[in-house]
């Protein structure tokens, strides 16, 4: 008996109630852009054309491994750029994903403001960033940037702790035992102000008693750097609890014309 003529109507039928449930779908809940609010197909992998351009434009390009701001590779010198020689920086090496602006910029700032459904897109460009960097094989320990504890409560969450858990790593683990002990005020002065955004954080972070971090390899990980003054104090920290190398990971870097 001839079984492949049913097997063909079934598969037909099959695909007509999934593409029917499809359109049903659409139409009772049209998908948007996660960024936007733009309706898109269902096939655009949650952002419309225009966001995605927006991403691609501020995401990849050469900067340095010290600060992570726009720097040509054949201006790196002994690992660092122009700007960055004869600079105190507590952190051996930063990877990020992008430059603050555009897209990127709104979704970091959605992120932060209740916004934890673009996990998933900002995930995948800190993961990217993460395997794009020369450190990933050394990390033993990721280490969110902590939040006051009262900031975390009015928030409901970290975003730094949340981005962690989306990146994907054969062995490093998640630690929480660097922690926020003074309330800061929201960083003065915009970028400019470098050396006022690093006397507002100067003494606000500490480790736990009975911390498991001396001569570990530890990845920081933020959602944005401006001048590096919250990721700097952190790496001071972690070092002065004998930690051995502190890397840092960031989502966008901001401040690309800073000097």
């Given at each position: 008996?001839?079984?492949?003529?049913?097997?063909r109507?079934?598969t037909?039928?099959?695909?007509?109630?999934?593409?029917?449930?499809?359109?049903?779908?659409?139409?009772?809940?049209p998908?948007?852009?996660?960024?936007?609010?733009?309706?898109i197909?269902?096939?655009d992998?949650?952002?419309?054309?225009n966001?995605?351009?927006?991403?691609?434009?501020?995401t990849?390009?050469?900067y340095?491994p010290c600060?992570g701001?726009?720097a040509s590779?054949?201006?790196i010198?002994e690992?660092?750029?122009?700007?960055?020689?004869g600079?105190q920086?507590?952190?051996?090496?930063?990877?990020?994903a992008?430059?603050?602006?555009?897209?990127?910029?709104?979704?970091?700032l959605?992120?932060?403001?209740g916004r934890?459904?673009l996990?998933?897109?900002?995930?995948f460009l800190?993961?990217s960033?993460?395997q794009?960097s020369?450190?990933?094989?050394?990390?033993e320990?990721?280490?969110?940037?902590?939040?006051?504890?009262?900031?975390?409560?009015?928030?409901?969450?970290n975003q730094?702790?949340?981005?962690?858990?989306?990146?994907k790593?054969?062995?490093?683990?998640?630690?929480?035992?660097?922690?926020?002990?003074?309330?800061?005020?929201?960083q003065?002065g915009?970028?400019a102000?470098?050396?006022a955004r690093?006397?507002?954080v100067?003494?606000?972070?500490?480790v736990r008693?009975?911390h498991k971090l001396?001569?570990?390899?530890?990845?920081?990980?933020?959602d944005i750097k401006?001048?590096?003054?919250?990721?700097n104090?952190?790496a001071?920290?972690?070092?002065?609890?004998?930690?051995?190398?502190?890397?840092a990971?960031?989502?966008?870097v901001?401040?690309?014309?800073?000097?």
């Open positions: 008996m001839d079984t492949a003529k049913p097997k109507s079934f037909r039928a099959k695909q007509t109630a999934v593409f029917a449930l499809q359109s049903l779908n659409q139409l009772l809940w998908a948007v852009c996660i960024n936007c609010k733009q309706s197909c269902e096939t992998k949650s952002l419309c054309k966001c995605w351009d927006e991403l691609l434009g501020c990849g390009g050469d340095c600060c701001r726009d590779r054949y201006a010198l690992g660092v750029c122009p700007d960055c020689q600079r920086i507590h952190f051996d090496q930063i990877a990020r992008g430059v603050y602006k555009d897209a990127l910029s709104k979704m970091i959605a992120f932060k403001h934890t459904e996990d998933l897109t900002l995930g800190g993961n960033a993460l794009g020369s450190f990933t094989g050394a990390i320990f990721f280490v969110p940037v902590p939040l006051h504890w009262s900031r975390r409560l009015v928030r409901g969450y730094s702790l949340v981005l962690a858990r989306k990146l790593h054969p062995t490093a683990k998640i630690n929480t035992d660097l922690v926020r002990i003074r309330y800061t005020k929201t003065p915009g970028v102000n470098a050396a690093a006397r507002n100067a003494g606000a972070f500490a008693y009975g001396a001569g570990r390899r530890i990845c920081l990980v933020d401006t001048t590096g003054a919250t990721l104090e952190c001071k920290t972690l070092k002065q609890a004998s930690a051995s190398k502190v890397f990971l960031v989502l966008a901001a401040g690309q014309n800073v000097s």
